[in-house]
DNA sequence: TACTATGTTGATTATTTTAGTCAACAAAAG
DNA sequence: CTTTTGTTGACTAAAATAATCAACATAGTA
């Protein structure tokens, strides 16, 4: 039940992108830097979140990658599904042509139920989300006062 | 976020074993034959299920293997973690150390509601579960009667 | 215009994981 | 003592993963 790097990175960029976009374009560069990420991986990762629609870029010299959507709009759900396929633990849960016993497994059940477990947790999680967690977490340590 | 064939095929060779054991321990070739998996693929699967306590064998002729304990003292969070190895979706989750940047990552935040939300499913459910969806499942269908 | 900084794309590769198989052995029953 | 079962470790083929290499496209800038 491992996610690949390419929804940890892929998410990770993101989340930095989202926090460090404003008006320009960030190059896919930085990201790769802050985030420890090999330029030419990030590359692909980008790819095809460009291509569904959640990044957009420019080319050429201050170019760069930013959001295509705000991001409150951009769930992990679809993120996760474009970098790694379907969030199904098992083939047979989507696609039951590809186990004769697929109508008649309990077993296949449960991997649905595992399934719908997954999905709400990354479906009822934004990027926005993310940043808050985010800066909540780098914010500096507030004093608690006990009543 | 795939489960892979040791983890499908022993939850199904276990349900199967529950279903069919009674005084008789139940010979592997009989449980690799109604489930379809190659009794050598098979006998490495139940190997760290006997190891664990989930599982008894005896050899010889007449040998198999039976259930250990009840099937509701069978959680299938001990099956999974036993075939596949920890449940967490990432390294980081489990073990900080993994990732330098692992204390203040909004996103392993999220991978560990993942694993939560997993872990929910998996812990709930018990072989018990699992052999009662089963049976009733393989019930002839029964009338329905609406008030 | 030429140069540089970016993103785009496809091919290639090394490593690891997965999904098994092979084969020798151990023990229990008949 | 032969057969039937489980046990164990070594081995292997195929696939997935995690990249890297390299050629190209495009936009700004000197």
Redesign the interface.
């Known amino acids: 039940?491992?996610?690949s790097t390419r929804g940890?990175y892929g998410?990770?960029a993101l989340?930095d992108l989202a926090l460090h976009q404003d008006e320009e374009p960030v190059p896919l560069k930085e990201i790769a830097q802050r985030q420890q990420i090999s330029l030419q991986y990030l590359e692909h990762l980008i790819a095809p979140l460009i291509a569904t629609g959640i990044v957009r870029s420019t080319r050429g010299a201050r170019g760069g990658v930013c959001l295509a959507r705000p991001p409150h709009e951009i769930r992990?759900s679809e993120v996760?599904r474009n970098l790694?396929g379907s969030?199904?633990?098992?083939e047979c849960v989507n696609n039951p042509e590809a186990c004769a016993r697929a109508e008649?497994?309990?077993?296949r059940?449960?991997?649905g139920?595992?399934k719908k477990?997954?999905d709400?947790?990354?479906e009822s999680?934004t990027l926005q989300d993310?940043?808050e967690?985010?800066k909540r977490?780098?914010k500096p340590q507030e004093v608690m006062y006990y009543i």
């Open positions: 039940m491992r996610l940890q998410t990770r989340l992990l996760i790694e969030i199904s633990p098992v008649l497994c309990a077993a059940d449960i991997w139920e595992l477990a997954i709400g947790v990354l999680t993310l940043m967690r985010q977490k780098e």
